[in-house]
């Protein structure tokens, strides 16, 4: 079983960057990783197929925690569990004016925060391609969690921008 700190997606994850020389690591390291994910395709049993996928979900993952921080330039995020639902406080218009005769008194208001519960969404990749070309060296790791890495980030790119565009057309329509 692989697990996140294991060389292998370290090794993946220096190669994606092109920083195996940086990272210690060398192209025959590269060449040893790319051989155990060959050998696994080979296979083809449910357990080395596992394996791929879990050595897969390990590179993607950390791949997409660098750019986390440009999505949350653009919106609040949040990671919830299975089942579970988001929920952001919402500021409330803090001060509200009013027109009223010399010497009247406006309506008492209450300041108050205002929490949103939002349903979750899922996004994930699903790689297009012959198993042979994995275990002929064709396509290789680096080349597959880089492509499902950046798909997944595309997907969540277009969502956000469509609520953005959902929210100014709201803007728009109630301003």
């Known amino acids: 079983m692989a697990k996140r700190d294991d060389a292998i997606v370290n090794v993946f994850l220096a190669d994606i960057h092109n920083d195996l020389d940086n990272k210690g690591f060398s192209s025959k390291d590269l060449a040893e990783c790319n051989g155990i994910v060959q050998e696994y395709a ?7 197929r596992y394996q791929i996928a879990e050595v897969t979900t390990f590179v993607v993952d950390e791949l997409l925690k660098e750019t986390e921080d440009f999505f949350k330039q653009l919106a609040e995020v949040k990671s919830v569990a299975n089942g579970e639902k988001a929920q952001f406080s919402v500021g409330q218009n803090d001060v509200t004016a009013y027109i009223l005769a010399k010497g009247g008194t406006p309506l008492r208001t209450k300041i108050a925060k205002k929490f949103v519960t939002v349903d979750t969404v899922e996004i994930a990749a699903r790689p297009y391609m012959n198993f042979q070309d994995l275990a002929q060296g064709r396509v290789t790791m680096s080349e597959l969690a880089a492509s499902a890495a950046r798909e ?3 997907k969540k790119l277009k969502y956000t921008q469509d609520i953005l565009n959902a ?3 709201g803007i728009g329509a109630n301003g």
Not at 42 to 48: E, I, T
């Open 42 to 48: 080979r296979k083809g049993d449910p357990m080395s």
């Open 152 to 154: 997944i980030n595309y």
């Open 167 to 169: 929210a100014v057309k």
